[in-house]
């Protein structure tokens, strides 16, 4: 394998740090770019003691530092963005010019210095689409542009029409990556995850609080088979200008998911069912299922998922715990 220098956007995020130390692991060389709004400097410690490791703080929004940065690369990954249903409920503006001016910008750098691109996109594309197992062909149904909830969803498919276009028209080499939920250590709680926030109620001992009915669906990947799926995309020549599902096909009821929390960490919490419009505003909309069809990626790459969901229980459940005990021996 030729040793590349990539620029990772969202770097010190969740699965951009994961990615970033499996670069630097097989001898490429990484740059980040993030202004760590939700991104953490502990989540690149490994990386830090790297020399072929760079952390540049700043925003995507800032062209001259991308126009710099991609300039400086062979190979970019976007993952940049505000993330979460919380946070785009709550910060409406703010998201959408991230993730659409944002990618906007990194995209047109690519283009210019005409890097291989991977563009991050997300589950959230197929909206109230609840048939399962979703293909990458499937249709989105959204609500109206009214519901803060779907802007993200938006943005996103903005991104993915942009790279699309500039692959088809302009010959950009790109690969869009429509992740489901990805969970795994260094995943913040703060901004509304479903699984590290659960655990870190039942290790508190507080009720874990479930919207809806709680029989919503979804499928959990582990962070660390999503990271190689990314790996092998960027690799793969028959990748480039394709559209690929990434997640794992193993599907839990939100509320089992809460029930599995409670007896893998022996907490004696409950469960609270709390209405939607309580947790997200009134006229807040969700979807029943959300299961991936991944025959695309693994036709082309043979990858599927390695780790189950007790396994990513596992390893959420231990990272909560040396936090926990961490803050402690702190006090
Ligand atoms: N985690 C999931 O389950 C999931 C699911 C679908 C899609 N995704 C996508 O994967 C990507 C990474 O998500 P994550 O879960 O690691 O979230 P994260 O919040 O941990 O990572 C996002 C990173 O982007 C950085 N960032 C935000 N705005 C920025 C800006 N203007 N300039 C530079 N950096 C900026 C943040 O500081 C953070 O480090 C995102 O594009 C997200 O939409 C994630």
């Given at each position: 394998m030729?040793?590349?220098?990539?620029l990772?956007?969202?770097?010190?995020?969740?699965?951009?740090?994961?990615?970033?130390?499996?670069?630097?692991?097989?001898?490429?060389?990484v740059?980040?770019l993030?202004?760590?709004?939700?991104?953490?400097?502990s989540?690149?410690?490994r990386?830090?003691?790297?020399?072929?490791?760079?952390?540049?703080?700043?925003?995507v929004?800032?062209?001259?530092?991308?126009?710099?940065?991609?300039?400086?690369c062979?190979?970019?990954?976007?993952?940049?963005?505000?993330?979460?249903?919380?946070?785009?409920?709550e910060?409406?503006?703010?998201?959408?010019?991230?993730?659409?001016?944002?990618s906007?910008i990194?995209?047109?750098?690519?283009?210019?210095?005409?890097?291989?691109?991977?563009?991050?996109?997300?589950?959230?594309i197929?909206?109230?689409?609840?048939r399962?197992?979703?293909?990458?062909?499937?249709d989105?149904?959204?609500g109206?542009?009214?519901?803060v909830?779907?802007?993200?969803?938006?943005?996103?498919a903005?991104?993915?029409?942009l790279?699309?276009?500039?692959?088809?028209e302009?010959?950009?080499?790109?690969?869009?990556?429509?992740?489901?939920?990805?969970v795994?250590?260094?995943?913040?709680?703060?901004?509304?995850?479903?699984?590290?926030r659960?655990?870190?109620?039942a290790l508190?001992?507080?009720?874990?609080?479930?919207?809806g009915?709680g029989?919503?669906?979804?499928?959990?990947?582990?962070?660390?088979?999503?990271?190689?799926?990314l790996?092998?995309?960027l690799?793969?020549?028959?990748?480039?200008?394709?559209?690929?599902n990434?997640?794992?096909?193993?599907?839990?009821?939100?509320?089992d998911?809460?029930?599995r929390?409670?007896?893998?960490?022996?907490?004696d919490s409950a469960v609270?069912?709390?209405?939607?419009?309580?947790?997200?505003g009134?006229g807040f909309?969700?979807?029943?299922?959300?299961?991936?069809?991944?025959?695309?990626?693994?036709?082309?790459?043979?990858?599927?998922?390695?780790?189950?969901l007790?396994q990513?229980?596992?390893?959420?459940?231990?990272?909560?715990?040396?936090?926990?005990?961490s803050?402690?021996?702190?006090?």
């Amino acid at each position: 394998m030729r040793r590349r220098t990539v620029l990772v956007t969202g770097g010190a995020g969740f699965i951009g740090s994961h990615l970033v130390d499996r670069l630097l692991e097989r001898g490429d060389r990484v740059v980040v770019l993030d202004n760590l709004s939700t991104g953490q400097l502990s989540n690149l410690e490994r990386a830090s003691t790297n020399p072929n490791f760079h952390l540049v703080q700043g925003s995507v929004l800032d062209e001259l530092v991308v126009d710099e940065l991609v300039h400086r690369c062979e190979t970019v990954v976007h993952l940049a963005a505000a993330v979460g249903v919380k946070l785009i409920v709550e910060q409406p503006l703010k998201s959408l010019t991230t993730n659409i001016r944002g990618s906007e910008i990194v995209i047109e750098a690519a283009h210019r210095y005409r890097r291989k691109i991977m563009v991050a996109s997300t589950s959230e594309i197929y909206g109230k689409n609840s048939r399962g197992p979703l293909t990458e062909n499937s249709d989105r149904i959204l609500g109206s542009p009214a519901v803060v909830r779907w802007a993200y969803s938006t943005a996103k498919a903005v991104d993915e029409l942009l790279a699309n276009a500039y692959h088809r028209e302009r010959a950009l080499p790109t690969v869009v990556i429509r992740l489901f939920n990805v969970v795994g250590p260094r995943q913040s709680p703060a901004y509304g995850m479903v699984v590290p926030r659960l655990v870190r109620q039942a290790l508190r001992g507080e009720p874990l609080t479930v919207f809806g009915d709680g029989n919503q669906t979804r499928c959990f990947a582990h962070v660390s088979d999503v990271v190689t799926a990314l790996t092998t995309l960027l690799d793969a020549e028959a990748a480039v200008g394709e559209t690929f599902n990434v997640g794992s096909p193993e599907e839990i009821s939100i509320r089992d998911l809460a029930e599995r929390i409670i007896s893998a960490t022996g907490s004696d919490s409950a469960v609270r069912l709390v209405p939607y419009d309580a947790a997200y505003g009134a006229g807040f909309e969700d979807m029943e299922r959300r299961v991936p069809d991944i025959a695309k990626l693994h036709t082309l790459t043979g990858w599927a998922p390695t780790r189950g969901l007790d396994q990513i229980l596992r390893d959420t459940i231990a990272e909560a715990r040396a936090e926990a005990s961490s803050q402690l021996s702190a006090a």
